[in-house]
C-alpha cells in the first residue's frame, strides 16, 4: 500500500478568511498575497471577484503554507473557541449543505505529525509520542477502509428511540466531502500551529514507526483512546454499536492483564468510583500531565475524580433543555446498565410526570451538562434539593488512555508495551 492522500474537513462557515504564504497556485495562477476571503452566492464560491463550483490552491513549494481564520476547535466541548491555525498542503473550498468547507490535502505521515501534536505535547517522552503515532495512523486507515465498506453497506442506525428512552451512540461521523474532520469527534489536527519548537521531536517518532499500525486477525485495529481511563479502560460496545472488538478489552489501568473489578454491579462501582485505586492515570504530576493535556485542556484541574452538584431545578432544566426530555421535575437519576469499567450506558431520569431512559455514554454526559460530563463512571448522591454526581475518568474510556500512557512512557516503558497493555492481542505490522 502507498503512504495515502488524506483530506481533512478543517472549517464550515458562510465566508472563510486565510492567507497563503510561501506561493500558492490556482488554476495555474499565482494566488495574491495577503489576506483573502471566500464567500457563497447562490450555491458557488466568490474569489476575487469571480466564482467558482470548487476551488483549490496547491502549494507551489514544499515550505509554503496557509492560515485559516476563526477555526472552531473543541467543538460542543467545555473548551470550545476559535483560533486562527496554519496549515501545509493544498487547501480546497468546496460549497456545502452549511456553507463552505475548508479542506486540507494531505500526505498521511504528514497529518499525522499534527495530531500527534495537537492530541497532546510535542514535547512528550518520545515513547508516548510514538505509541500515539501507531494508534492514530491505525486509526485512520481504519476509518478510510470503514467509509469505503459503508458505502456499499450502510451501518446499523445510531439512535432508537421510543417514547419512553432514547439509546444513541455517537462516532465519527462517515463523511461525504472529506475523509476525516479535524476536531475530536475524528482526531485533532491543528496543522504545524502547535509543533513548532519540538517539530523535530513528533518527526523522529513519525518516521521510526512510518506506516506501523494494529491489526488483530488480519484487520486494522479500531484503536480508540482517551484522556483518562479512571483506572479501568471500557469496552466498545457500552459506548459505540453493539460490536465486540477483543483488543478493546476492559483491563486495569496498571501492571499486569489483570481485569477490573465487576464494575457493572452498582456497589461495586460506587465503591470503586468513591475511592481512587492505583492506577497508571492516578496522577497529578504537573510535568507528565503537561505531555498530554494542551494548554486548553489543563483548564481541566480534576478528571481521575472529579464532583459536580446541581440543584434539583438545574438538573430539570438540562434534561429539558440539553436532552429535549420533558418529565417534569427530575426526582431521581438511576444507572440500569454500566459497563465494565463503571461507564453508565443507560441511565433512567425519573420525573413528576414519567420516566424517560437515555444512553449511551455520551448521550448521557451531553444531556447531564452545558457541554459534556467529562465521563459517565459516575454515582449519584441525593441531599435535600442537590444532586452530587461523583466521577471517574475524562472521556469514554475505551482503548489507550492518554495519561496513563503518559506515566508508562515516563516509567520506562517502550511504545510496544504500551500499545500491548491497552490493545491487549493486537498486532503491530508495517502497512506501507
Wanted: aromatic share 10%; proline share 5%.
Amino acid at each position: 500500500m502507498e503512504e495515502p492522500v488524506i483530506q481533512v474537513g478543517i472549517l464550515t462557515d458562510t465566508r472563510i478568511r486565510f492567507v497563503a504564504d510561501g506561493g500558492f497556485l490556482t488554476g495555474g495562477e499565482p494566488c495574491p498575497p495577503g489576506e483573502q476571503e471566500v464567500t457563497l452566492h447562490g450555491g458557488r464560491l466568490c474569489w476575487q471577484g469571480r466564482t467558482y463550483d470548487a476551488l483549490q490552491f496547491d502549494p507551489a513549494a514544499p515550505a509554503a503554507s496557509f492560515v485559516l481564520r476563526d477555526v472552531v476547535i473543541g467543538l460542543g466541548f467545555h473548551w470550545e473557541r476559535r483560533e486562527d491555525q496554519r496549515f501545509q498542503g493544498a487547501l480546497r473550498f468546496i460549497p456545502g449543505g452549511q456553507g463552505i468547507v475548508a479542506v486540507n490535502l494531505i500526505r498521511a505521515e504528514d497529518y499525522l505529525t499534527s495530531v500527534i501534536a495537537s492530541e497532546m505535547s510535542a514535547a512528550a517522552s518520545p515513547e508516548l509520542l510514538k505509541a500515539h503515532a501507531v494508534i492514530s495512523r491505525s486509526w485512520l486507515l481504519a476509518q478510510l477502509v470503514k467509509d469505503k465498506k459503508s458505502a456499499d453497506a450502510p451501518p446499523a442506525p445510531a439512535c432508537t428511540e421510543t417514547e419512553h428512552g432514547r439509546i444513541r451512540w455517537y462516532d465519527r461521523d462517515d463523511h461525504t466531502l472529506y475523509d476525516v474532520c479535524a476536531d475530536d469527534h475524528c482526531q485533532r489536527y491543528q496543522g504545524i500551529t502547535r509543533t513548532y519548537g519540538h517539530i523535530g521531536r513528533v518527526r523522529q517518532a513519525i518516521g521510526e514507526t512510518r506506516g506501523e499500525v494494529l491489526t488483530h486477525g488480519g484487520r486494522l485495529c479500531d484503536t480508540r483512546f482517551s484522556k483518562c481511563c479512571g483506572g479501568a479502560t471500557e469496552e466498545f460496545p457500552y459506548c459505540w454499536e453493539d460490536v465486540h472488538h477483543p483488543y478493546l478489552a476492559a483491563r486495569l489501568d496498571r501492571p499486569g492483564c489483570a481485569p477490573p473489578p465487576d464494575l457493572t454491579r452498582e456497589e461495586e462501582a460506587v465503591r470503586w468510583i468513591g475511592g481512587r485505586p492505583e492506577a497508571f492515570c492516578n496522577t497529578t504530576d504537573r510535568r507528565i500531565l503537561e505531555q498530554v493535556l494542551n494548554g486548553y485542556d489543563q483548564e481541566t484541574a480534576d478528571f481521575y475524580r472529579w464532583t459536580v452538584r446541581y440543584t434539583q431545578a438545574e438538573v430539570t432544566d438540562l434534561v429539558r433543555r440539553r436532552g429535549g426530555i420533558d418529565v417534569g421535575t427530575v426526582t431521581g437519576l438511576v444507572p440500569l446498565e454500566r459497563g465494565r469499567s463503571g461507564r453508565i450506558s443507560r441511565l433512567l431520569i425519573r420525573g413528576t410526570r414519567g420516566d424517560f431512559t437515555i444512553g449511551k455514554e455520551l448521550e448521557i454526559r451531553r444531556t447531564l451538562s452545558e457541554s459534556h460530563l467529562y465521563s459517565s463512571a459516575f454515582y449519584v448522591e441525593r441531599q435535600g434539593d442537590a444532586f452530587t454526581l461523583h466521577g471517574a475518568g475524562w472521556g469514554h474510556g475505551v482503548g489507550l488512555c492518554q495519561i496513563g500512557a503518559a506515566v508508562m512512557g515516563e516509567r520506562g516503558y517502550r511504545y510496544d508495551e504500551i500499545l500491548r497493555h491497552y490493545y491487549p492481542g493486537a498486532e503491530l505490522e508495517r502497512h506501507y
